[in-house]
């Protein structure tokens, strides 16, 4: 088992920066990718960014390629999600989750196993 609290939200300007962070903590000697996903009113939970559990490997979605950067730092169990040149349209709540039996790159949320409470993103025009 894997708990994960989410920090960081907030409302920012279009054009503004935040930092979303993610720690975890569970079983010693447990291994996991780490992903973010979010969900805007009446939409579905989009994947954002996924890190592997060495942190070599980094996926993106295209709407946030070039934008966002996730990272991890393993001595605190922590994950980071670097937001840069918001838009109004990455205005959602932003889940935290966690990859312990999944396929090694997967990006769809039936692929991760544990999930944080979620942290409100706003970008106003």
């Known amino acids: 088992q894997v708990q994960l609290v989410e920090s960081g939200g907030g409302s920012v300007q279009a054009g503004g920066s935040l930092r979303l962070s993610c720690a975890a903590s569970?079983?010693?000697?447990?291994?996991?990718?780490m992903g973010w996903f979010r969900q805007a009113p009446g939409k579905g939970r989009e994947f954002v960014s996924r890190i592997s559990w060495s942190g070599d490997a980094t996926y993106y979605a295209d709407s946030v390629k070039g934008r966002f950067t996730i990272s991890r730092e393993k001595s605190k169990n922590t994950v980071y999600l670097q937001m840069n040149s918001l838009t109004p349209e990455d205005t959602a709540v932003y889940y935290c989750?966690?990859?312990?039996?999944?396929?090694?790159?997967?990006?769809?949320?039936?692929?991760?196993?544990?999930w944080g409470q979620g942290t409100q993103v706003t970008v106003s025009s």
């Open positions: 989750a966690a990859a312990e039996f999944g396929p090694p790159a997967g990006l769809e949320a039936r692929h991760f196993d544990y």
């Open positions: 569970g079983r010693a000697g447990t291994t996991y990718a």
